[in-house]
């Protein structure tokens, strides 16, 4: 069965560094979503993109977020100066379209940021 | 108020019996209703969907919504231990929305 797949599964870095996370949708997908959960909370929506733009964001998603689809099959996260309080765990997740009400989204694994 | 709510539990069952777990949601104008199940430090894997008033089930799953309520429900038959885990109400809003947002999750302990 396609997956959504994440990567690093782990991140280390030091407050006020940038970070990307890489995500590689399923193919047939078009709709594309970053959620975070951060430890004991419940999953976050940050933002959705669609045909290269941003469809909605969360008022979590501020300036220091922004996202990429660099070429046909990676989706990236980037935050430009991390801030303890962005540790989390961050999901990736991608449907097929986005605006049907039938539609679920499908999760990758996840990345475990830490911000030391 | 919060936009999807649970009881965080947990909740226990003996293996075998039926365990129900509840939502409910403040948007009116909410669409379609998702329960997703999350092992502990793992993603969140859909489990069911529902979009209509009444029942849909799905092998040892039922899950239940009522609009007028504003209340949606999962019923997990036959419990079996590997079924403990948070389970997770999701929201898709009005039509044109993309968010999909969850509630706390309610944990299940199904003892063997």
């Known amino acids: 069965e396609p997956e959504v797949t994440q990567t690093p599964s782990h991140q280390v870095t030091q407050m006020g560094q940038e970070v990307i996370l890489r995500c590689v949708p399923i193919?047939?997908?078009?709709?594309f979503y970053w959620y975070r959960q951060i430890l004991g909370q419940k999953v976050e929506f940050l933002v959705s993109?669609?045909?290269?733009?941003?469809?909605?964001k969360s008022e979590i998603f501020d300036d220091q977020f922004s996202v990429e689809r660099p070429d046909g099959s990676n989706f990236t996260l980037k935050i430009r100066s991390t801030k303890l309080e962005d540790s989390a765990m961050y999901f990736c997740?991608?449907?097929?379209?986005?605006?049907?009400?039938?539609?679920?989204?499908?999760f990758g694994d996840g990345t475990r940021l830490s911000i030391l | 108020q919060k936009e999807v709510e649970q009881n965080s539990g947990p909740l226990s069952v003996p293996e075998g019996a039926i365990a129900s777990l509840n939502c409910t949601y403040s948007?009116?104008?909410?669409?379609?209703f998702f329960w997703y199940r999350q092992y502990s430090g793992k993603s969140p894997e859909l489990i069911m969907f529902?979009?209509?008033?009444g029942d849909k089930e799905d092998g040892r799953f039922t899950a239940q919504l009522n609009k007028a309520s504003q209340y949606v429900s999962l019923l997990i038959r036959d419990s079996q231990p590997s079924d403990s885990a948070t389970y997770l109400c999701?929201?898709?809003?009005?039509?044109?929305?993309?968010?999909?947002?969850f509630g706390a999750g309610t944990r299940l302990f199904v003892k063997a």
């Open positions: 997740a991608s449907s097929v379209r986005g605006q049907g009400i039938m539609e679920p989204q499908h």
């Open positions: 193919s047939n997908h078009l709709y």
């Open positions: 993109f669609y045909n290269n733009e941003i469809s909605e």
């Open positions: 948007d009116r104008g909410s669409q379609s």
């Open positions: 529902i979009y209509s008033n």
């Open positions: 999701a929201v898709k809003g009005r039509t044109g929305g993309f968010k999909t947002i």
